[in-house]
């Protein structure tokens, strides 16, 4: 695994925040805000994306046990409906970090955009969760509640295979969708099936 940094401004409270479920086509988004301390490691810590389900779920583990402070929240896909995917990513950002203990002094933030928080400088990196612990900390614990989310969704709908597929638009999702129609906790401000194919929603 790469190695990470831990931080960006020494002696400061950095919280790295990361979203997870912006490209699914069911199920809510969600983000977490987590601060490390400086001295965190962990061989496996990384992009949640370049980890095994195992892997995010040993690291879960970790981090909420070993990170100063941590938070998860989420936004439900009629708020995304209502004010679109990029704004609701930002918004479960903020959630996340309103449940944080204390106000960090700077943020780390996945990506290029942010929307301000509560007057704390931030710094978006591109790929972060590739190259700040705090970032990567962020992405597993944001991924593994969300996966354990859509699994108990799968439950009530297993039609749509969101155990395996977490909302995402595989082929076998857009084939459910297309044969059953969609659920109330698809996305209807997404294109759930490919151009030029109608579906009339619940």
């Not at 710094?123 to 970032?135: F, N, R």
């Not at 944001?142 to 295979?161: Q, W």
Request: with cysteine.
């Amino acid at each position: 695994m790469n190695k990470l940094l831990s931080y960006h401004q020494l002696g400061a409270i950095e919280a790295g925040c990361d979203e997870a479920g912006r490209g699914c086509l069911a199920g809510p988004v969600h983000a977490a805000a987590v601060i490390l301390p400086a001295d965190f490691y962990h061989p496996l810590l990384n992009d949640s994306k370049q980890l095994t389900e195992k892997q995010r779920d040993t690291l879960r583990f970790v981090i909420e046990k070993e990170a100063i402070d941590w938070a998860v929240a989420a936004v439900n896909p009629e708020e995304i409906d209502r004010i679109n995917i990029l704004k609701a990513s930002f918004l479960a950002m903020h959630r996340a970090l309103q449940q944080l203990r204390s106000l960090p002094e700077l943020i780390l933030v996945d990506g290029n955009r942010f929307v301000p928080y509560a007057g704390v400088p931030h710094l978006c990196v591109i790929k972060g969760d590739g190259k700040y612990a705090t970032i990567a900390a962020a992405s597993v614990l944001a991924k593994t509640h969300r996966d354990e989310v859509m699994a108990k969704l799968d439950a009530d709908f297993p039609a749509y295979g969101w155990r395996v597929n977490k909302g995402y638009p595989t082929l076998a999702h857009r084939a459910a969708i297309r044969e059953h129609g969609p659920s109330p906790h698809h996305r209807q401000s997404f294109r759930l099936l490919p151009e030029g194919e109608q579906l009339s929603f619940w």
